[in-house]
């Protein structure tokens, strides 16, 4: 596997593939890689015929409450990691070759408000536009035919749909399972900041999502009741907080209808100072 750090080397061997008819997959990480991102590597790998996988902590996408120096960074682990999993190129920027004119110079990609700006745009003003900015910058410096996004950060993952739809960017992209330990718990860099004792209760928290799901299979569609027996429920396993459960639309993520026949049902608790997202998409159609 191939390491660079500069765009012009990056560019050089994208177009050495090119001419070569091979098409590109894509996997944008901020490193500290676990299963989770090894999967998205073989999903693209399995739909592509070269597989790049960028490293880069986007300092746009943390806010001033969020310590973008404390965010782990583990290149060694990671090259090794993305070796094994067989990945082609590693891409691994620092912030000056990403924003040679610095952050506050930088043109900026803002998906519309409507999307960005509701559950997790709503306590992270900002974040989706740091997100987009750098997805966007991304995708023209690799000119991928695919990009992989897992469907943990399902936010995230509608934000950058829309975006190359709306935009017309010539990159499919590509929805990844959520990949989970035997438990159930959702892969995550933060689950490595749980205790022994938070590892044995994270689980929950799709245990309730499923019940709510069960529960709108059955037809019941009082959603506030459901929103809050779920998060009753995750209370009572041992979460000390949640910031929420939601029933959306999956596409438009708007609060559902009892005519739906699709939602995405989401939370967001926390167990001490780790903040865990999990997620279940349902059709019913």
């Known amino acids: 596997m191939r390491v660079v750090e ?8 994208i177009k050495e593939w090119k001419r070569q008819g091979l098409t590109v997959g894509f996997v944008p990480t901020m490193g500290n890689l676990h299963a989770g991102h090894l999967s998205l590597i073989e999903l693209a790998k399995q739909k592509a015929d070269k597989v790049v996988c960028s490293v880069f902590v986007n300092p746009l996408q943390f806010g001033p409450d969020e310590d973008f120096e404390c965010y782990p960074r583990t290149f060694e682990e990671d090259r090794q990691k993305l070796a094994e999993a067989q990945a082609d190129l590693m891409f691994f920027p620092s912030v000056q070759e990403m924003y040679p004119h610095g952050q506050e110079h930088q043109t900026k990609v803002l998906v519309s408000q409507a ?14 536009d740091g997100v987009s900015t750098v997805v966007l910058k991304l995708f023209n410096m690799v000119q991928p035919d695919l990009a992989v996004f897992g469907q943990k950060d399902y936010q995230q993952l509608k934000v950058i749909q829309a975006m190359v739809e709306d935009l017309a960017l010539p990159v499919k992209i590509v929805a990844a399972p959520i990949a989970r330990n035997a438990d159930g718990l959702a892969l995550s860099s933060r689950n490595q900041y749980l205790t022994d004792h938070q590892l044995q209760v994270a689980p929950k928290l799709q245990v309730a999502l499923m019940d709510v799901a069960l529960a709108l299979e059955s037809g019941n569609r009082n959603f506030a009741d459901l929103r809050h027996a779920a998060q009753e429920a995750v209370l009572a396993a041992g979460f000390d907080t949640v910031d929420y459960i939601e029933i959306r639309h999956p596409e438009t993520l708007l609060e559902s209808s009892d005519q739906d026949q699709a939602f995405v049902i989401l939370a967001v608790a926390r167990l001490g100072e780790t903040r865990l997202l999990d997620n279940i998409l349902l059709s019913l159609g």
């Open 115 to 128: 999307l960005t700006g509701l559950l997790e745009g709503a306590s992270r003003p900002g974040h989706f």
């Open 6 to 13: 500069t765009l012009s080397k990056l560019r050089a061997q």
